[in-house]
């Protein structure tokens, strides 16, 4: 049985994802708050910290700026406590306590955490059941990738896992059918995507790994228009959206 990861803290920032961490019963120790911040927008933070159980500090705009690195923080942040990672069993148990059939999405290799956490976003919104990580070999949930995410990472359970063809190999087991999006596939509307499913994305510059490839059962692809524009594929996190939105649809049976 895999053992879950440890507890790990994140600096999370800006407003939209920081209610949402607030909301989720996620731990979040502390809300930092700017100088700057209008009265009533502090004091619904406020209000929201003290129900979390969180401390509430306020701190100087160029302080936070520091501390997020970026200046689209919004005056504000949180340090939250309990992100943690939970296992492939776990996925695939919150789809049995729902009555459906698995839906999962697994990342081999995505570096840039704006394209996790947008994969993420769709991922919640399309039904997925949980996403899949490597431990080595693409981003981790980074406070980065929550904001990306628009909160969805403190919504939608995360596998951390030392291996994705390993991954893959015990979702066969488990009789769900592994897609990877690919050019060489077949064309994504002529797929039956109904059913015990998980779908791989590769990585931004090479795409899904040919060994994680070769242990996927259906490759899947992304018709466009552009031919010989010199632009010849979607943007990762792009096409993961394109594509979860499809797989919804059919499990949907609309």
């Given at each position: 049985m895999e053992q879950k990861a440890p507890q790990t803290e994140h600096l999370i920032y800006g407003k939209n994802p920081v209610t949402e961490l607030l909301k989720s019963g996620a731990g979040?120790?502390?809300?930092?708050?700017?100088?700057?911040?209008?009265?009533?927008?502090?004091?619904?933070?406020t209000?929201?910290?003290?129900?979390?159980?969180?401390?509430?500090?306020?701190?100087?705009?160029?302080?936070?700026?520091?501390?997020?690195?970026?200046?689209?923080?919004?005056?504000?942040?949180?340090?939250?406590?309990?992100?943690?990672?939970?296992?492939?069993?776990q996925l695939l148990d919150s789809a049995t306590q729902k009555g459906e059939p698995p839906f999962l999405v697994l990342a081999d290799g995505v570096e840039d955490p704006h394209n996790l956490g947008a994969i993420?976003?769709?991922?919640?919104?399309?039904?997925?059941?949980?996403?899949?990580?490597?431990?080595?070999?693409?981003?981790?949930i980074?406070?980065?990738?929550?904001?990306?995410?628009?909160?969805?990472?403190?919504?939608?359970?995360?596998?951390?896992?030392?291996?994705?063809?390993?991954?893959?190999?015990?979702?066969?087991?488990?009789?769900?059918?592994?897609?990877?999006?690919?050019?060489?596939?077949?064309?994504?509307h002529k797929n039956n995507?109904?059913?015990?499913?998980?779908?791989v994305m590769g990585s931004e510059g090479k795409g899904v790994s040919p060994l994680v490839k070769r242990l996927c059962d259906g490759v899947v692809r992304l018709d466009m228009a552009a031919q010989g524009t010199g632009v010849d594929s979607f943007n990762v996190s792009v096409a993961a959206g394109i594509i979860l939105y499809e797989i919804s649809r059919q499990r949907s049976g609309q």
């Open positions: 979040v120790d502390t809300v930092l708050l700017s100088d700057g911040l209008a009265p009533q927008v502090a004091a619904y933070y209000a929201m910290a003290k129900e979390a159980g969180a401390v509430v500090k306020r701190v100087k705009p160029a302080k936070l700026k520091a501390m997020c690195e970026t200046d689209s923080h919004q005056g504000v942040a949180a340090w939250a406590s309990q992100i943690e990672y939970a296992t492939l069993e993420l976003r769709s991922a919640l919104l399309c039904g997925a059941h949980g996403v899949v990580i490597p431990k080595r070999g693409g981003v981790g980074t406070g980065t990738v929550l904001k990306a995410s628009a909160g969805a990472a403190t919504r939608l359970p995360v596998a951390r896992v030392a291996n994705i063809g390993e991954a893959i190999r015990r979702l066969k087991e488990q009789n769900v059918f592994v897609y990877c999006a690919d050019m060489d596939g077949v064309s994504l995507l109904t059913g015990p499913i998980a779908l």
